[in-house]
């Protein structure tokens, strides 16, 4: 397994404009980050480069500063909404931004990037209702991802208890892999993103999940919680059990990317002590990685 974190490019200044930190890629590197995890979630925002005719430019400026780093791109986040929200529908806006994303993450190097499954919550049948409009939705994605050398990863899903959110498809291993199963039969660049803390919201022992999903799981978001709320917290603040899921991690062949999501671990530390969180960051991502055995 690779260690990875998340970078995210597309940072918007108080005003609404935008920057693109070039010292980020250099700054991982320093710490000892070889593989990274590109986040184009808010791409879609207004002055994102991706708007523009020139987005392929953007990317190959960042893939050569990471080329000159040693950095390698493992894999990405394209922007995701509920697809299947009856009052808005498939958004063609959203879905340019999801298309140039893919575009970009064939640029940057990486094979994998990561979408969300949407929820039919207005379908009497929320499991039968959400499959159909997902395999429509993600069948399209997977056609022109296919063409850019690019897989897809859907990620699971929780019912975010601990923050009033509805019932959420792909909360459940067994939805998830049948709407992947369903999607190989016709493409064979689909996969999973497995979120160990979206699971912990729903699972209090991932292990049978792991075994269950298999070499279905092909990257993962790694972050922790207390089984509330998905507070996205550094491995081992939170209740998450990884002396039980790494070794089954290995266990069930996974040889991807161990790649961190924790969102604005260092966001509000003074600058001068920030470097000693992301190297705590690297040592407790090592260790995790030592008990996969």
């Known amino acids: ?42 791409a879609d925002a207004p002055f994102s480069p991706l708007w523009t005719n020139h987005y392929e430019d953007w990317a190959y400026k960042i893939r050569k500063k990471a080329d000159e780093l040693g950095i390698t791109f493992v894999q990405t986040h394209v922007p995701f909404y509920n697809f299947c929200d009856p009052k808005k529908g498939v958004n063609e806006n959203t879905e340019e931004i999801v298309r140039r994303s ?32 997902n395999l429509e939705y993600f069948s399209r994605n ?20 601990g923050q009033g959110f509805k019932r959420s498809y792909c ?53 922790d ?10 491995p081992f603040l939170g209740n998450v059990k990884w002396d039980k899921i790494m070794p089954a991690l290995a266990h069930c062949g996974y040889e991807g990317n161990f790649s961190f ?3 604005r671990l260092a966001a509000d530390v003074p600058e001068h002590i920030k470097d000693a969180y992301w190297k705590y960051m690297k040592t407790t991502g090592e260790y995790l990685l030592s008990m996969a055995k």
């Open 142 to 161: 997977l056609e022109f991802a296919k063409k850019n050398d690019v897989g897809i990863c859907i990620e699971n899903m929780a019912d975010f208890p």
């Open 171 to 223: 909360a459940t291993v067994e939805e998830l892999a049948d709407l992947v199963d369903t999607l190989h039969k016709t493409y064979d660049n689909v996969g999973i993103c497995w979120d160990f803390g979206h699971a912990n919201l729903v699972y209090s022992n991932q292990v049978p999940c792991l075994n269950y999903l298999g070499s279905r799981i092909k990257v993962t978001h790694v972050h």
């Open 102 to 133: 893919i575009v970009c993450t064939n640029i940057l190097g990486a094979h994998w990037t990561v979408s969300h499954p949407g929820t039919a919550y207005a379908d009497s049948l929320i499991v039968d209702g959400s499959k159909k409009q």
């Open 225 to 234: 919680n207390m089984g509330l709320e998905d507070e996205h917290r550094a």
């Open 1 to 42: 397994m690779k260690l990875s974190t998340t970078i995210n490019f597309f940072t918007y200044e108080d005003d609404g404009s935008y920057s693109a930190y070039y010292y980020d890629l250099e700054h991982y590197a320093k710490l000892g980050f070889s593989y990274l995890d590109s986040i184009f979630c808010s």
């Open 261 to 263: 999501e924790v969102k």
